[in-house]
Protein backbone atom coordinates (compact mmCIF):
# COMPACT_ATOMS: atom_id res chain seq x y z
CA UNK A 1 0.00 0.00 0.00
CA UNK A 2 1.47 3.36 -0.82
CA UNK A 3 -0.08 6.01 1.98
CA UNK A 4 -0.14 9.47 0.87
CA UNK A 5 -0.96 11.97 3.17
CA UNK A 6 -2.35 15.22 2.29
CA UNK A 7 -3.19 18.83 4.00
CA UNK A 8 -7.03 19.15 3.19
CA UNK A 9 -9.69 17.37 0.21
CA UNK A 10 -8.31 19.83 -2.07
CA UNK A 11 -4.94 18.05 -2.28
CA UNK A 12 -7.05 14.78 -2.15
CA UNK A 13 -8.50 15.95 -5.24
CA UNK A 14 -5.49 17.23 -6.87
CA UNK A 15 -3.34 14.24 -6.44
CA UNK A 16 -6.40 11.50 -7.87
CA UNK A 17 -6.39 13.71 -10.37
CA UNK A 18 -2.68 13.34 -11.38
CA UNK A 19 -2.71 9.58 -11.25
CA UNK A 20 -5.96 9.14 -13.26
CA UNK A 21 -4.61 11.18 -15.29
CA UNK A 22 -1.19 9.30 -15.87
CA UNK A 23 -2.95 6.31 -16.24
CA UNK A 24 -5.11 7.52 -19.34
CA UNK A 25 -2.22 9.22 -20.84
CA UNK A 26 -0.30 5.59 -20.41
CA UNK A 27 -3.01 3.46 -21.52
CA UNK A 28 -5.52 5.79 -23.77
CA UNK A 29 -7.79 2.31 -23.67
CA UNK A 30 -8.00 2.23 -20.05
CA UNK A 31 -10.80 0.39 -18.46
CA UNK A 32 -11.80 2.54 -15.24
CA UNK A 33 -13.79 2.25 -12.35
CA UNK A 34 -15.84 4.71 -10.97
CA UNK A 35 -17.41 5.69 -7.87
CA UNK A 36 -19.72 7.90 -6.60
CA UNK A 37 -20.07 10.18 -3.52
CA UNK A 38 -18.97 13.26 -2.32
CA UNK A 39 -15.45 12.23 -2.17
CA UNK A 40 -14.36 11.98 -6.01
CA UNK A 41 -16.26 14.98 -6.90
CA UNK A 42 -13.02 17.13 -6.67
CA UNK A 43 -11.47 14.28 -8.77
CA UNK A 44 -14.11 14.82 -11.72
CA UNK A 45 -13.98 18.07 -11.85
CA UNK A 46 -10.33 18.54 -12.28
CA UNK A 47 -10.33 15.55 -15.07
CA UNK A 48 -13.11 17.72 -16.72
CA UNK A 49 -10.90 20.59 -16.74
CA UNK A 50 -7.70 18.45 -18.05
CA UNK A 51 -10.27 17.58 -20.94
CA UNK A 52 -11.44 20.75 -21.72
CA UNK A 53 -8.08 23.04 -20.88
CA UNK A 54 -5.45 20.49 -21.85
CA UNK A 55 -7.24 18.21 -24.34
CA UNK A 56 -6.98 14.81 -21.86
CA UNK A 57 -8.71 11.85 -24.18
CA UNK A 58 -11.07 10.00 -22.43
CA UNK A 59 -12.38 8.96 -26.48
CA UNK A 60 -10.67 5.18 -26.01
CA UNK A 61 -11.47 4.52 -21.93
CA UNK A 62 -14.08 1.85 -20.73
CA UNK A 63 -16.03 2.64 -17.42
CA UNK A 64 -17.80 0.07 -14.79
CA UNK A 65 -19.15 2.22 -11.68
CA UNK A 66 -19.27 0.68 -8.55
CA UNK A 67 -22.72 0.88 -7.67
CA UNK A 68 -26.33 1.81 -9.09
CA UNK A 69 -29.91 1.70 -6.88
CA UNK A 70 -32.53 -0.60 -7.42
CA UNK A 71 -35.42 0.20 -8.58
CA UNK A 72 -33.92 4.21 -9.80
CA UNK A 73 -34.58 5.42 -13.92
CA UNK A 74 -31.31 6.38 -15.25
CA UNK A 75 -33.06 9.77 -15.25
CA UNK A 76 -33.67 10.00 -11.45
CA UNK A 77 -31.66 12.88 -10.08
CA UNK A 78 -30.27 10.22 -6.89
CA UNK A 79 -29.73 7.55 -9.51
CA UNK A 80 -25.74 6.54 -9.82
CA UNK A 81 -26.65 7.37 -13.49
CA UNK A 82 -27.71 10.53 -12.80
CA UNK A 83 -24.64 11.65 -11.22
CA UNK A 84 -21.81 10.17 -13.56
CA UNK A 85 -23.29 11.72 -16.50
CA UNK A 86 -23.92 15.36 -14.25
CA UNK A 87 -20.89 15.80 -12.74
CA UNK A 88 -18.74 13.99 -14.88
CA UNK A 89 -19.62 11.90 -18.26
CA UNK A 90 -21.31 15.30 -19.88
CA UNK A 91 -17.92 17.23 -19.51
CA UNK A 92 -15.87 14.85 -21.16
CA UNK A 93 -15.64 13.10 -24.41
CA UNK A 94 -16.21 9.76 -23.18
CA UNK A 95 -17.95 7.08 -25.91
CA UNK A 96 -21.12 6.16 -24.56
CA UNK A 97 -20.93 2.88 -25.70
CA UNK A 98 -17.88 2.25 -23.56
CA UNK A 99 -19.68 3.43 -20.06
CA UNK A 100 -21.25 0.75 -17.75
CA UNK A 101 -23.51 1.47 -14.63
CA UNK A 102 -25.09 -1.32 -13.17
CA UNK A 103 -29.00 -1.34 -14.47
CA UNK A 104 -31.02 -0.88 -11.55
CA UNK A 105 -34.39 -1.52 -13.43
CA UNK A 106 -32.95 -4.87 -14.79
CA UNK A 107 -35.59 -7.71 -15.32
CA UNK A 108 -33.04 -10.26 -14.00
CA UNK A 109 -30.81 -8.34 -11.87
CA UNK A 110 -28.95 -11.75 -11.33
CA UNK A 111 -28.86 -12.50 -14.87
CA UNK A 112 -27.26 -8.76 -15.31
CA UNK A 113 -24.75 -9.09 -12.45
CA UNK A 114 -23.47 -12.28 -14.69
CA UNK A 115 -23.32 -10.11 -17.27
CA UNK A 116 -21.85 -7.08 -15.54
CA UNK A 117 -19.06 -9.52 -14.03
CA UNK A 118 -18.67 -10.92 -18.19
CA UNK A 119 -17.96 -7.28 -19.06
CA UNK A 120 -15.30 -6.71 -17.11
CA UNK A 121 -13.46 -9.64 -17.91
CA UNK A 122 -14.37 -9.48 -21.39
CA UNK A 123 -12.87 -5.65 -21.53
CA UNK A 124 -9.87 -6.75 -19.99
CA UNK A 125 -10.17 -6.58 -16.90
CA UNK A 126 -10.05 -2.87 -14.58
CA UNK A 127 -6.91 -0.85 -14.94
CA UNK A 128 -7.53 1.49 -11.95
CA UNK A 129 -10.72 1.50 -10.00
CA UNK A 130 -11.17 4.79 -7.77
CA UNK A 131 -12.89 3.99 -3.99
CA UNK A 132 -14.42 6.59 -1.60
CA UNK A 133 -14.94 4.24 1.72
CA UNK A 134 -17.88 5.11 4.04
CA UNK A 135 -17.68 5.88 7.81
CA UNK A 136 -18.41 2.28 8.37
CA UNK A 137 -15.91 0.99 6.58
CA UNK A 138 -17.67 0.06 3.26
CA UNK A 139 -16.96 -0.09 -0.09
CA UNK A 140 -19.17 0.86 -2.78
CA UNK A 141 -22.26 -1.04 -0.98
CA UNK A 142 -20.37 -3.61 0.49
CA UNK A 143 -21.39 -3.43 4.02
CA UNK A 144 -19.96 -4.90 6.96
CA UNK A 145 -20.19 -8.73 6.63
CA UNK A 146 -19.76 -8.62 3.47
CA UNK A 147 -18.34 -11.68 1.54
CA UNK A 148 -14.68 -10.44 1.02
CA UNK A 149 -14.49 -12.57 -2.34
CA UNK A 150 -18.03 -11.51 -3.41
CA UNK A 151 -18.71 -10.36 -7.03
CA UNK A 152 -21.35 -7.94 -7.95
CA UNK A 153 -24.56 -8.78 -7.21
CA UNK A 154 -27.51 -7.20 -5.12
CA UNK A 155 -27.49 -6.59 -1.23
CA UNK A 156 -29.99 -5.08 0.93
CA UNK A 157 -29.38 -1.57 1.88
CA UNK A 158 -28.47 -0.92 5.74
CA UNK A 159 -31.08 0.39 7.83
CA UNK A 160 -28.75 3.88 8.43
CA UNK A 161 -27.84 4.15 4.90
CA UNK A 162 -31.86 3.98 3.73
CA UNK A 163 -32.53 6.00 6.76
CA UNK A 164 -29.60 8.63 5.56
CA UNK A 165 -31.19 8.49 2.21
CA UNK A 166 -34.95 9.20 3.12
CA UNK A 167 -34.13 13.03 2.67
CA UNK A 168 -33.30 13.18 -0.78
CA UNK A 169 -37.10 11.59 -1.69
CA UNK A 170 -40.41 13.27 -1.60
CA UNK A 171 -42.48 9.72 -1.16
CA UNK A 172 -40.92 7.71 1.41
CA UNK A 173 -41.90 4.44 -0.96
CA UNK A 174 -39.30 5.53 -3.51
CA UNK A 175 -36.55 5.17 -1.30
CA UNK A 176 -34.73 2.09 -2.68
CA UNK A 177 -33.97 -0.71 -0.31
CA UNK A 178 -31.71 -2.18 -2.34
CA UNK A 179 -28.57 -1.50 -4.45
CA UNK A 180 -26.41 -3.51 -7.24
CA UNK A 181 -23.04 -3.57 -6.16
CA UNK A 182 -19.66 -4.93 -7.49
CA UNK A 183 -18.30 -6.99 -5.19
CA UNK A 184 -15.22 -6.87 -2.47
CA UNK A 185 -13.44 -9.60 -5.02
CA UNK A 186 -14.70 -7.79 -7.91
CA UNK A 187 -12.69 -4.76 -6.83
CA UNK A 188 -9.69 -6.61 -5.76
CA UNK A 189 -9.02 -7.99 -9.33
CA UNK A 190 -8.00 -4.10 -10.53
CA UNK A 191 -4.69 -4.27 -11.65
CA UNK A 192 -4.57 -0.96 -9.18
CA UNK A 193 -7.00 0.23 -6.55
CA UNK A 194 -7.15 4.53 -5.57
CA UNK A 195 -8.86 4.94 -2.28
CA UNK A 196 -9.68 8.19 -1.79
CA UNK A 197 -10.70 9.30 1.76
CA UNK A 198 -10.97 13.09 3.45
CA UNK A 199 -12.14 14.15 6.84
CA UNK A 200 -12.51 13.44 10.26
CA UNK A 201 -15.79 11.44 10.09
CA UNK A 202 -13.83 8.57 8.15
CA UNK A 203 -10.82 8.61 10.49
CA UNK A 204 -11.76 5.91 12.41
CA UNK A 205 -12.29 4.06 9.01
CA UNK A 206 -9.03 4.93 7.56
CA UNK A 207 -7.53 3.47 11.01
CA UNK A 208 -9.09 0.04 11.16
CA UNK A 209 -8.58 -0.53 7.04
CA UNK A 210 -4.52 0.85 7.01
CA UNK A 211 -3.84 -0.75 11.05
CA UNK A 212 -6.14 -2.79 11.88
CA UNK A 213 -6.89 -6.74 11.05
CA UNK A 214 -8.75 -8.13 7.98
CA UNK A 215 -12.00 -8.29 8.32
CA UNK A 216 -15.39 -8.43 7.00
CA UNK A 217 -16.58 -6.47 9.21
CA UNK A 218 -14.63 -3.35 7.88
CA UNK A 219 -14.47 -4.63 3.88
CA UNK A 220 -11.66 -1.68 2.85
CA UNK A 221 -9.49 -3.68 4.96
CA UNK A 222 -9.36 -5.91 2.70
CA UNK A 223 -7.15 -3.52 0.29
CA UNK A 224 -4.26 -4.31 2.63
CA UNK A 225 -3.94 -7.34 0.99
CA UNK A 226 -3.76 -5.96 -2.92
CA UNK A 227 -0.41 -5.75 -4.79
CA UNK A 228 -0.67 -1.97 -5.84
CA UNK A 229 -3.42 0.08 -3.65
CA UNK A 230 -2.99 3.83 -3.88
CA UNK A 231 -4.34 5.53 -0.77
CA UNK A 232 -4.81 8.94 -0.75
CA UNK A 233 -5.79 11.14 2.57
CA UNK A 234 -6.09 14.31 4.20
CA UNK A 235 -4.81 14.86 7.30
CA UNK A 236 -8.30 14.61 9.17
CA UNK A 237 -8.78 11.38 7.30
CA UNK A 238 -5.55 10.17 8.99
CA UNK A 239 -5.57 12.21 12.39
CA UNK A 240 -6.21 8.46 14.00
CA UNK A 241 -3.88 6.65 12.46
CA UNK A 242 -1.03 5.03 15.42
CA UNK A 243 1.62 4.96 12.55
CA UNK A 244 1.14 8.41 10.84
CA UNK A 245 4.42 9.00 11.20
CA UNK A 246 5.44 5.84 8.56
CA UNK A 247 2.96 7.15 6.02
CA UNK A 248 3.32 9.92 3.73
CA UNK A 249 6.61 9.55 2.57
CA UNK A 250 6.87 7.90 -0.93
CA UNK A 251 9.63 7.36 -3.58
CA UNK A 252 9.29 9.62 -6.67
CA UNK A 253 9.16 6.74 -8.61
CA UNK A 254 6.25 5.39 -7.14
CA UNK A 255 4.59 8.42 -7.56
CA UNK A 256 2.02 7.07 -10.38
CA UNK A 257 0.61 3.52 -11.35
P1 LIG B 1 -18.89 9.81 0.46
O1 LIG B 1 -19.34 8.31 0.50
O2 LIG B 1 -17.88 9.91 -0.64
O3 LIG B 1 -20.12 10.59 0.14
O4 LIG B 1 -18.28 10.14 1.79
C1 LIG B 1 -18.40 7.31 0.40
C2 LIG B 1 -19.05 5.98 0.67
O5 LIG B 1 -19.98 5.91 1.49
O6 LIG B 1 -18.61 4.98 0.07
Redesign the pocket.
Known amino acids: MLVEIVSDYEAMSERAAEIVTHQIRKKPDSVIGF ?1 T ?4 LGLYQRLAQNHQARGLDFSKITTFNLDEYVGLPPSHNQSYHYFMWTNLFDHINVDPSKVHIPQGMADDIDDFCQWYERRIEQAGGLDLQI ?5 NG ?3 FNEPGSSLGSRTRIKTLTEETTQNNARFFDDPDEVPRYAITMGVGTIMAAKTVLLLSS ?1 ES ?1 ANAIRATLEGPITAMVPATIVQLHQRAYVIIDEAAASKLEYRHHHGIIEPKQQNP
Open positions: AGSTPLGIGAHIAGK
